[in-house]
């Protein structure tokens, strides 16, 4: 079992819906990360956090540390959002990042 | 703020040659890292660097997989011999330290072994 499990894999959406992803952990973490990746493979950092929620524009990412568990939500989604969105996790002492297989999302217009 | 920088974006060899990458991070980060990413998996670290210090090579088949950084800024990573497995997409990112920050990462390589 992988250390990081994210769903689903893949998505697909009209546009405007409203998206939720998920990752689960099940190691101690120092920190969470969402990472969204475009076709040819350029990664953009969308958030990093430890606790509670964040918002920048059009998405939240919220995080459950008793729980193990963090959501990715768009909202008002755009084809612009299509993309693999990917979420990884600091592992607590080790310093290293731990990746998911990451949810291709596809938003149709 | 230049972003990492990665060259060359693309290449493809046969089996057994050999190849390398090259890695610019972010001016004044201190961490640089090189994940290797298959296609359809998330991805995978192969070494992280601490200035021009090794912090974590636990995944790099050492066999095949060498990488440096001399001097603390760009870094190199050489497949000698490649193999089929080999091909995928190599990232390099930076942060300012150990998980202190976000990692930023480069555009990739992608290899195809042939």
């Known amino acids: 079992k992988n250390e990081v499990e994210q769903s689903p894999q893949n998505l697909t959406a009209q546009e405007g819906e409203f998206i939720t992803i998920n990752c689960s952990y099940s190691v101690g973490i120092s920190a969470l990360h969402w990472l969204q990746q475009h076709p040819g493979g350029g990664i953009v950092s969308l958030f990093m956090?430890?606790?509670g929620k964040k918002k920048h524009g059009r998405l939240i990412a919220t995080i459950n540390i008793q729980e193990k568990h963090s959501s990715l939500h768009i909202t008002a989604s755009h084809p612009r959002d299509s993309a693999v969105y990917i979420c990884a996790v600091g592992i607590q002492g080790a310093q290293k990042l731990v990746f998911g297989q990451g949810t291709r999302l596809t938003i149709n217009p | 703020e230049a972003g990492v920088a990665q060259s060359p974006r693309y290449k493809i060899i046969e089996k057994r040659q050999s190849v390398a990458f090259w890695c610019n991070p972010i001016s004044g980060h201190a961490t640089l890292y090189w994940y290797q990413q298959i296609l359809g998996q998330g991805p995978k670290l192969l070494i992280q660097?601490?200035?021009?210090?090794?912090?974590?090579d636990s995944q790099l088949p050492k066999d095949r997989f060498s990488a440096e950084r001399l001097k603390g800024v760009d870094s190199t990573l050489k497949i000698q011999p490649a193999k089929l497995e080999d091909s995928a997409v190599y990232l390099c990112?930076?942060?300012?330290?150990?998980?202190?920050?976000?990692?930023?990462f480069g555009p990739g390589t992608r290899l195809t072994v042939t």
């Open positions: 660097f601490q200035n021009n210090g090794v912090v974590d």
């Open positions: 990112a930076s942060s300012l330290g150990y998980l202190t920050g976000e990692q930023y």
């Open positions: 956090l430890s606790s």
